[in-house]
């Protein structure tokens, strides 16, 4: 059992508003990334925060942002949604945030933009 | 680049045996495996680091070549359970906190 949790389970929003996804670490991981799996394709990285500060960053545009807070949470803030923002996102967390370190992932949120 | 998988799908009887590979461009440090059932987040199978290593527990096992950064999944005698979607997750060498870079998926069906 990873011990990595994601709320909420299911989302809806419109296109244009702003939404949070929340995740909470495995005790002790220092490291959490997320990832958005559109339908049928694989993760996607987003960013990466360690140790409260953003680390590293995929090809995602600004209006996504996060935060991490010492408590081992999360969030992970998307503003003026597009349609294209439907899918799957999850959050990993791991000990370090390199080196070949074991990623789990949270059960995932799926939002869904209309 | 996101790493090539193949083969894209594959169907088998209970007890067959199947490889996945998992082919990037780029400079490795590490392959890591994952299995993710319709629905549900991905479960983690296994990690190799560079170096050419292999690895494996209970029927499912791996290998990770490092000159052609090439690694694939062996199922043995596979159960139904085993049925999923399998990623392959690469992290690059030389540093720099990039995530995981997944591949497109193997789909896996296991029938009786």
């Known amino acids: 059992e990873t011990g990595v949790t994601q709320s909420p389970t299911h989302l809806i929003k419109t296109r244009g508003q702003q939404v949070t996804l929340r995740c909470s670490s495995q005790s002790g991981h220092n490291t959490v990334s997320w990832y958005q799996q559109a339908l049928g394709q694989g993760p996607q990285f987003i960013f990466q925060y360690y140790r409260e500060e953003e680390n590293g960053r995929g090809n995602f545009p600004p209006r996504f942002s996060g935060l991490q807070f010492p408590n081992y949470s999360s969030e992970l803030n998307v503003n003026a949604l597009e349609l294209d923002d439907s899918a799957l996102y999850l959050c990993?967390?791991?000990?370090?945030?390199?080196?070949?370190?074991?990623?789990?992932f949270g059960p995932g949120t799926r939002l869904t933009v209309t | 680049q996101q790493p090539v998988q193949s083969p894209q799908a594959v169907i088998l009887r209970e007890g067959e045996d199947a490889v996945i590979n998992c082919s990037s461009s780029k400079a490795l440090y590490s392959v890591h495996w994952y299995r993710q059932k319709h629905g549900e987040a991905p479960v983690f199978l296994m990690i190799l680091l560079k170096g050419g290593e292999q690895k494996g527990h209970d029927k499912i096992s791996a290998s990770f070549n490092e000159k052609k950064q090439q690694s694939s999944l062996y199922l043995t005698a596979s159960q139904l359970s085993y049925s999923g979607t399998y990623f392959c997750g690469t992290e690059k060498a030389g540093g720099g906190a990039d995530g995981l870079t997944f591949g497109k998926g193997t789909h896996l069906i296991i029938q009786p």
């Open positions: 990993a967390s791991s000990d370090e945030p390199t080196g070949g370190y074991e990623q789990y």
